[in-house]
């Protein structure tokens, strides 16, 4: 199972970016799935969270300004970012709680390889 973040990039302060990512291998199901971000230098923090039933949760720093969404066919989750601030620099990480064909019979949490967002002033 792995997951494969895309959508990073460069803006300017004002604009828009959607991320995508994408779980693939043995999957069985997935529960919750989110983005968290880690800027130079801090703790890598929650963002939103979205559970398999579509109930979302955000931090407070980016309510009304990002969205969480997911596509349960195609095993994707998408945060809209509209409105960035330099401050939403970082790397975004999407996780998901995925139970696996061939796991140990529980969901794991799985991380994927982290996309820049790069907010100029």
């Known amino acids: 199972v792995q997951l494969q973040a895309s959508g990073g990039g460069l803006v300017q302060a004002g604009g828009s970016l959607r991320l995508s990512c994408a779980a693939s291998g043995t999957i069985f199901s997935i529960d919750a799935m989110g983005w968290y971000r880690q800027a130079p230098g801090k703790q890598r923090e929650l963002v939103a969270t979205i559970s398999s039933g579509g109930n979302t949760n955000y931090a407070d720093s980016v309510k009304g300004r990002f969205r969480i969404s997911r596509d349960n066919a195609k095993n994707t989750v998408y945060l809209q970012m509209n409105s960035l601030k330099p401050e939403d620099t970082a790397v975004y990480y999407c996780?998901?709680?995925?139970?696996?064909?061939?796991?140990?019979?529980?969901?794991?949490?799985?991380w994927g390889q982290g996309t820049l967002v790069t907010v100029s002033s």
């Open positions: 996780n998901a709680d995925i139970l696996s064909v061939y796991g140990n019979g529980w969901y794991e949490d799985y």
